[in-house]
C-alpha cells in the first residue's frame, strides 16, 4: 500500500512540473495586462481640450451625501480641566506633539488634540484644544493618578517649518513649547 501510495505522488509530482509555469498562465492576474509603456499625455479629447477639474460622474452631486448616510455627530466633547505636560519629538515625518492632562473627573475618554483656527496676530502659533467626552452618568472625581488622560497630535515638516510655538489649551490653563 505504501509503495503505491509513493509512486502516485512521484507521478503527480512530474505530471505538475511538467505544465505550464505560473508566470505564462492566464490565471495568473499579473497576465492580464501586458507592461506599462510610456506615452504623450493627451491634452484634446474629441477636439475638446481636456479639462482637469471636471468633477467626477462616479460622485453624488451633493457634497458626497448619500442615500444612507447619516447625520454629523453631535461634538459633546469638553476642554479638559487642567493641562500638565507639554512634550514634542522629532520623527523622520516630521514631530509629535505629546500632552498630558487632568480630567475635571474619571472616565474620560476619546481624548485628543483638535487643531484651532490660527490667529491672523500670530500665525506661527499653532494652538491645540485638548478635548475629551465624559459618561453620560456621573462619575466620581478620584485622585490626579485616575484622571490623567494622554493624547498626541502628529504634524508634518511642512507644517513644523510654518511654526515657532506650539500651545495646547485646557479649561483653566494651557502650555506652550517655543523653538530653540
Not at 27 to 43: K, Q
Not at 65 to 82: H, I, N
Not at 123 to 142: C, D, E, I, K, Q
Not at 157 to 162: G, K, N
Request: with cysteine; net charge neutral.
Amino acid at each position: 500500500m505504501m509503495r503505491i501510495s509513493v509512486t502516485l505522488l512521484l507521478i503527480s509530482t512530474l505530471v505538475l512540473s511538467s505544465c505550464g509555469s505560473w508566470q505564462t498562465s492566464n490565471a495568473n492576474p499579473r497576465n492580464w495586462f501586458g507592461r506599462s509603456n510610456s506615452i504623450p499625455a493627451d491634452t484634446e479629447v474629441g477636439g475638446e481640450p481636456l479639462l482637469l477639474t471636471e468633477t467626477n460622474p462616479l460622485l453624488p452631486a451633493n457634497g458626497g451625501k448619500g442615500l444612507f448616510s447619516r447625520p454629523e455627530p453631535e461634538d459633546v466633547s469638553q476642554s479638559v480641566e487642567t493641562i500638565t505636560s507639554l512634550k514634542i519629538e522629532r520623527t523622520p515625518t516630521g514631530a509629535i506633539i505629546y500632552a498630558t492632562a487632568l480630567a475635571s473627573r474619571q472616565g474620560a475618554f476619546a481624548a485628543g488634540l483638535r487643531l484651532q483656527e490660527p490667529d491672523e496676530d500670530a500665525p506661527s502659533v499653532m494652538t491645540l484644544s485638548f478635548r475629551v467626552n465624559y459618561p453620560a452618568n456621573p462619575t466620581p472625581v478620584g485622585s490626579d493618578r485616575t484622571r490623567t488622560v494622554h493624547a498626541a497630535y502628529s504634524i508634518t515638516h511642512q507644517q513644523l517649518a510654518q511654526i515657532r510655538t506650539v500651545r495646547v489649551e485646557g479649561a483653566q490653563n494651557a502650555r506652550e513649547s517655543r523653538r530653540q
